[in-house]
């Protein structure tokens, strides 16, 4: 990867820009509100996964490994971010899926394809035993020497890599959301506020209770301490990973329709969805300057 082509921004476009939310339900609360519009990056690795992946491309250089192994489901932003940087990059790329396969493929895989992504499945019972040792070597020895990376590129270098969004921000904020569906965002996010700010995680899957302990973890991989600014939100899943109701839809399409915004429905229409019925339940005090990332 040419650290010139990072630099003179011809591959990702920061910083990413901060848009004003001009809305009613908003100002009767007294609350204001901007998009970090990290969704802006790049059109095919936007956002967080660019940041999460931005060192650990640089470390699979480093090491000399030519090929990226990684994990996801069918509806994966990572996986197709993965397959594009290898393309853009000069990586060889595997992108390990949950559950069997099917044809034709969905959007996300079809583009990682295109980018040349190799796609292999692991049965359900088989996939959630993939960090084991048996089952990486297994990999490895179909695949040949791979770096690695974790399910939603979520590791220690992928949280220094989220953390460095807080410093493009100049605006002053009490408090920054997103959605959270590994917590490598919310990890490196959090650990790089100051002050009495606070980080809002929105989980996307049901279940999220057991997300708390993986952003700690995280945090410990990438800077052997944890922080206590921030919370998960687990109540706004709408089902689970990659399902939605007439509901979620609906706020979407009104979202669009105020702002111009089609927030994307597996993540982030979620943790917009849940900051508005926080803020409508007065959860944050009048005063309050909230910043929601996009990406």
């Known amino acids: 990867m040419s650290s010139r082509e ?3 921004g011809s591959f990702a476009s920061l910083p990413s820009p901060l848009v004003e939310v001009n809305d009613e339900r908003l100002t009767r609360h007294g609350v204001h509100l901007q998009l970090k519009r990290d969704d802006l990056i790049n059109p095919e690795i936007p956002g967080n996964k660019w940041r999460k992946l931005r060192y650990n491309l640089q470390a699979a250089k480093e090491q000399g490994c030519p090929k990226l192994l990684t994990f996801g489901g069918a509806f994966s932003n990572h996986i197709r971010a993965t397959a594009t ?4 990059f000069g990586f060889e790329t595997v992108g390990v899926i949950r559950g069997e396969e099917h044809n034709p493929l969905n959007e996300s895989l079809a583009r990682a394809v295109e980018h040349g992504m190799i ?3 692991l049965d359900r019972a088989t996939y959630r035993r993939k960090t084991e040792p048996d089952v990486l070597a297994a990999l490895q020895d179909r695949f040949g020497p791979c770096y690695v990376l974790p399910e939603g590129g979520s590791n220690g270098l992928a949280v220094r890599g989220t953390a460095e969004l807080v410093g493009e921000i100049t605006t002053d904020f009490d408090v920054i959301c997103c959605a959270t569906g590994t917590g490598g ?7 790089g506020l100051t002050g009495q ?3 809002f995680g929105f989980a996307v899957l049901k279940g999220g209770q057991f997300l ?3 952003v700690r973890r995280l945090q410990r991989d990438a800077y052997c301490a ?3 600014n921030w919370t998960i939100e687990v109540d706004f899943h709408f089902g689970g990973y990659a399902k939605r109701t007439s509901a979620l839809d609906r706020f979407i399409a009104d ?3 105020r702002h111009g915004v089609t927030p994307d429905w597996v993540y982030e229409a979620k943790m917009l969805y849940g900051l508005f019925a926080r803020i409508e339940a007065g959860a944050f005090p009048p005063g309050t300057r909230i910043i929601a990332v996009l990406s």
Do not use: K, V
């Open 6 to 8: 990072e630099e003179n």
């Open 226 to 228: 944890t922080t206590a």
């Open 85 to 88: 940087a290898g393309h853009h």
């Open 197 to 199: 700010q606070r980080a």
């Open 212 to 214: 708390e302990e993986e």
């Open 255 to 257: 979202f669009h329709e």
């Open 119 to 121: 796609l292999t499945y």
């Open 185 to 191: 965002t919310l990890a490196g996010i959090a650990a």
